[in-house]
């Protein structure tokens, strides 16, 4: 997954989970498109991040992502779609969101494209161990092998002890694990609220938020700065939209693993525009975690299905 703001991985939950595998190509092909738009918005935002202070960086991803997010919204839905009866969720949801797209665009200044990219494989690995005792969920002893496994790849990424685990890796690290937060947040209220709804809530609070802060903070774009900033919040949107595509269109298993070709784009842009290139550790770590993490989508995917199977059984009884 990109380094961007985590919360576009969050539409395999949002997503209805009706794709099939005659869809399995349409699936893999959105998810390609999808990270490829991330991942040009996450390499703008590092591009403009030494000229413009976060909060306005964030600030334009938000209201131009906001257009695209509610135009679709409003067009495919009901106004009354956006009724909500969990509205401290959706505060909650959104501010840890935010928290985590401004860490990201504040690691993306300081950090290589491709080192935060592959520090931010590490989702799916605090999300199974937040749905613990978050959510009550039971993870077996495969599922905790592949925990593991995932934080080694993880160590090897930031060398603690070698100088390179500073305050940085620290943040890009807290970043993801608000990431992983927000998935739950999304779980919990995706029981009593509609899609619609909570991508709307948080898209408006993004806003509202880096809009109060902004006065505090603003320094005025050159014209071609400005163009860039808002194309940064709409390629953001429509990647959004377009994940969730993605996600509707195959099952997770299939779809899921493609998110990881964000590294192929972070050493690209990284290297032609920057001119970094990832260390061994950077390349070691990021194949464990994609490796830990492929594995921890299928199982869970293999067990959403077993448990839909025993809840049928059920009903019919």
């Known amino acids: 997954m990109t380094a961007e703001n985590r919360d576009t991985a969050a539409n395999k939950i949002l997503a209805p989970r009706t794709g099939t595998e005659d869809n399995a190509a349409k699936g893999i092909v959105l998810m390609l498109l999808a990270i490829a738009l991330l991942s040009a918005m996450d390499a703008s935002v590092k591009y403009v991040s030494d000229d413009y202070p976060v909060i306005e960086v964030v600030f334009f991803r938000s209201l131009f992502a906001f257009f695209p997010i509610a135009f679709v919204v409003l067009r495919d839905g009901n106004i009354s779609d956006l009724k909500t009866r969990n509205l401290r969720g959706h505060l909650g949801r959104s501010l840890v969101g935010l928290m985590a797209l401004m860490s990201f665009f504040y690691c993306l200044k300081y950090m290589p494209l491709a080192d935060l990219v592959a520090i931010s494989f590490a989702a799916p690995l605090f999300v199974t161990a937040l749905s613990i005792p978050l959510l009550g969920e039971k993870v077996g002893l495969r599922r905790w092998t592949a925990l593991l496994v995932g934080f080694v790849g993880v160590l090897i990424m930031v060398?603690?002890?070698s100088g390179v685990f500073g305050l940085l890796a620290l943040i890009a690290i807290g970043a993801t694990f608000c990431y992983a937060l927000v998935l739950i947040f999304v779980r919990k209220l995706s029981r009593t609220e509609t899609n619609a709804a909570i991508v709307f809530y948080y898209s408006l609070t993004s806003v509202v938020a880096t809009g109060l802060l902004l006065p505090f903070f603003w320094v005025t774009p050159t014209f071609p700065d400005l163009l860039l900033l808002i194309a940064i919040g709409l390629i953001g949107g429509c990647a959004q939209l377009t994940m969730t595509a993605a996600f509707r269109a195959a099952s997770v298993s299939i779809v899921a693993p493609f998110e990881y070709t964000a590294m192929f784009w972070a050493v690209i842009y990284g290297y032609l525009l920057w001119g970094d290139l990832p260390g061994w550790n950077i390349w070691v770590g990021a194949a464990v975690l994609v490796a830990s993490g492929i594995y921890i989508v299928h199982?869970?995917?293999?067990?959403?299905?077993?448990?839909?199977?025993?809840?049928r059984l059920q009903a019919k009884r």
């Not at 199982?299 to 809840?311: D, I, M, P």
Request: glycine letters at 12%; hydrophobic letters at 30%.
């Open 159 to 161: 060398k603690p002890g």
């Open 299 to 311: 199982r869970e995917t293999n067990l959403g299905v077993r448990r839909a199977k025993a809840a």
